[in-house]
């Protein structure tokens, strides 16, 4: 049997907190474009071809995705790479677009 977890309000609140901040239609996008396994890791300038909205829009919503810790960046030189904070966020996704996928 399988035993039941245990959630306070706390927890639920961060729950909440975390798939409002997901279920933005372009943070959504820019989630959905580090999910690809072949280029997890992008640059604003690659995530503002692929998701086709604004250098500043796609900017701000990257600093809202990094404040839930969502996505996380690594500095080379003048460039920042984003990518999904840890593998609870790409099964999140991941899981989420499969549902939205069935028939």
């Known amino acids: 049997m399988k035993e039941q977890i245990k959630v ?14 997901a279920s933005d239609m ?5 989630m959905l474009a580090l999910l690809d396994e072949n280029q997890s ?12 909205a604004s250098q500043s829009l796609i900017s701000h919503q990257l600093k ?8 996380s960046t690594r500095r080379d030189g003048k460039k920042i790479y984003y990518s999904l904070a840890d ?7 991941h899981v989420a677009l499969e549902h ?3 028939d």
Do not use: P, W
């Open 87 to 93: 593998d609870h966020v790409r099964q999140l996704i």
């Open 41 to 52: 890791e992008k640059c604003v300038s690659e995530l503002v071809a692929e998701v086709g």
């Open 8 to 21: 306070n309000e706390d927890i639920i609140s961060k729950m909440r907190d975390m798939l409002s901040i």
């Open 100 to 102: 939205a996928m069935e």
């Open 26 to 30: 372009t943070r959504l996008k820019i």
């Open 64 to 71: 809202v995705l990094k404040n839930f810790d969502l996505v």
